[in-house]
């Protein structure tokens, strides 16, 4: 049984008395006002709303907080502040399980807010973590443009420095080519004169050589024409020659006929018809003066001078003689017409 409102224990009661209640001040100093407010209902007072560290019940039920509603006695209310009806009894029970679950809420209030903080803080310091490595992949996202404009500007420069060099060798081709060129062109001038001159030296050369070959052509050509005209004159001449060793012969032959005829006349007349007639001597003569003509000078120059035969009478050679000089001049004549 409690002590009453009025009596020594009851008012004396302070909680160095209580070690229990002294614990779950310190946890409601420490929660503050705002975990105070996430405590439930039934762990606050009926009379001052606030969280109850020795809760105490009256006859009727209603839970308070010893200091609450003793407050409330001590100023001569006998009635619940709750309901306004009068209590039967100014005792009151303690209430120590309830204290004991509050008391035990607020100690695992305190864990679940030491919990609590030490998640906000890891959770700041991954926030923090994570605002360092956003500030640095922003630092290595800027340090990457700068990178990437300074190899732009390193690529442009390259590439302006090849383009550069690029014009400056087509330049100096160019120039090269220009140079090679006027080179070839005057080479070829060179050669193009060169064989102009040559061309025309040749065109004199041949010039000159027909010239001379028309010339000598010429000149060939009158000799040629003299020595047709000298040897048609000595054809003629031959031809002269040879009619008139003709008529020369013909006349001989006439003259031979009728010196045989008178020379037969005479044979007849001397020795009688028996003597043989000269023409078969005169055959032979011919034939031997036509075979004369191929023999060598010696043979000509015996046969020329034929031996007399013994008891023929002179005339005979002599007819002889003369019957080889017209075979002789009958030959020549024939000669000088092929």
Known sequence: MEPTAGSASFSSSSPSAHPPFTAAAGVCRTMGVASNMLMPWSFRCALSRSVMLNPVATRDGFVFERAGIAGWFSKGNRTNPVTGKPLE????RPEIPLRKAIVEYLVMMQAEQTRNRESADRAEAMANALAEAQRR??????LLRLAEERCGALLELRAREECAGAEAASAEAARAAAGTAREARAAAELAEAQAVQKFEELQRICDVTVQAATDQARVAQEELAHAAAREARR?????EEALEARVEAKELQEALDRLQGAIAASAVAIDGPEAS????????AASAAEGREETSPASTAHASSPMPRRGRPGWEEVLEEAWETC???RARAERAET
């Open 327 to 329: 075979a002789r001049e």
């Open 235 to 239: 054809v003629e001449a031959s031809r």
């Open 137 to 142: 992949s922003a630092q290595d996202r800027e």
């Open 89 to 92: 009894s100014l005792d009151l």
């Open 277 to 284: 007639p000269p023409s078969r001597r005169r055959r032979k």
